[in-house]
């Protein structure tokens, strides 16, 4: 069993920055690929940015790329977000996720443990 949950959400003016942690415990948390995903009122969750166990490969949605960064420190059992350029269209609940083995995956249904989620909001 895993435990996640995430931080560092909040109210930022467009163009401005974040970063999300989601903290680990329970089993071993350099065992779990991670990701993080999204959810805006009224949408379907979807994939933000994933990493693998050893942190060596990335993933990230192309809504995302070159804006957003994921990392994770295995010794602190956390996993990082952060978000620069942050736009409107960013603004959902943002989840932790942590998948048994070692490949990236994008697919909700194949992460075993999610956090409860922290609340981002981009004004214009």
């Known amino acids: 069993q895993v435990q996640l949950v995430e931080s560092g959400g909040g109210l930022v003016q467009a163009g401005g920055s974040l970063r999300l942690s989601c903290a680990a415990s329970g089993r071993t948390f350099s065992g779990y690929a991670m990701g993080w995903f999204r959810q805006a009122p009224g949408k379907e969750r979807e994939f933000v940015a994933a990493?693998?166990?050893?942190?060596?490969?990335?993933n990230y949605a192309d809504s995302v790329k070159g804006r957003f960064t994921i990392s994770r420190d295995n010794a602190k059992n956390t996993l990082y977000l952060q978000m620069n350029s942050l736009k409107p269209e960013d603004t959902a609940v943002y989840y932790c996720a942590a998948g048994n083995g070692y490949y990236i995956r994008t697919e909700p249904n194949r992460y075993d443990y999610w956090g409860q989620g922290t609340q981002v909001t981009v004004s214009s």
């Open positions: 990493i693998t166990w050893s942190g060596g490969s990335t």
